[in-house]
């Protein structure tokens, strides 16, 4: 069964910390991706890798940045968190190829910053 | 830039009743998804629409893609309470043939009652 994890469902943190959140998948997939979602806006996309040390800016990049070391943990990262960074961050991972697969989507994080 | 439209946002429906999700995009994609999003919840992958004039059916929803329109409707036939979820397109942008960057829809909170 396709798994994406996140390592944490709830967290709540202070203005100016950094905040890591990380992202597993045991699919062997190229693809990961980081979102986050609000009520009204949909899903933004905030990063994306197609492969290690790789990494694409999405819609939404301003505030945060992202790592992926190994193909299977895709990290997103909060330099500096602010109050307007709180919200559900979700992480998803697809297959890379011209057969098209959908992209498999983690729990979430719900990232609350005082 | 590339805009995905769905409409309604919001769609209060009776048990029994047939109803159709729409989403438009502005942009030449021919690969888009639908996904399930229960309250508190990540999303689940519903159907995944790969060429002009594709179908596909999963019990009471039924997908379809016509490019040409660039239009993709999410039908649901005889409603029950266990649909109630907000549901998303999504097109994809197909970067260099592999299935990247994904534009999502604000979403459709759809509420079955008895």
């Known amino acids: 069964d396709v798994k994406v994890t996140q390592s944490s469902r709830y967290l709540v943190k202070r203005t100016g910390e950094k905040v890591f959140l990380e992202c597993v998948q045991d699919m062997d997939h190229e693809n990961m991706f980081w979102y986050r979602q609000d009520p009204g806006l949909g899903l933004r996309l905030i990063y994306f890798s197609y492969d290690v040390k790789m990494k694409e800016k999405g819609d939404i990049p301003e505030g945060y940045s992202v790592s992926r070391e190994k193909k299977e943990r895709f990290s997103l990262i909060l330099e500096s968190a602010s109050t307007n960074q709180t919200s559900m961050y979700l992480c998803?991972?697809?297959?890379?190829?011209?057969?098209?697969?959908?992209?498999?989507f983690g729990p979430g994080t719900r990232l609350t910053v005082l | 830039e590339l805009k995905v439209e769905q409409n309604p946002l919001f769609l209060s429906m009776q048990e029994g009743k047939n109803y159709t999700i729409y989403c438009n995009y502005s942009t030449t994609s021919d690969r888009l998804y639908w996904y399930r999003q229960d309250p508190g919840k990540s999303l689940e992958s519903l159907f995944v629409l790969l060429s002009n004039g594709a179908v596909k059916q999963e019990g009471r929803l039924m997908a379809s893609l016509d490019t040409k329109a660039r239009l993709s409707t999410l039908h649901i036939t005889a409603a029950v309470h266990d649909l109630s979820a907000t549901y998303f397109c999504?097109?994809?942008?197909?970067?260099?043939?592999?299935?990247?960057?994904?534009?999502f829809g604000k979403g459709t909170k759809l509420s079955v009652k008895p």
């Open positions: 998803a991972s697809s297959a890379f190829g011209f057969v098209t697969d959908t992209q498999y």
């Open positions: 999504a097109v994809d942008l197909n970067y260099g043939g592999s299935q990247g960057n994904l534009i």
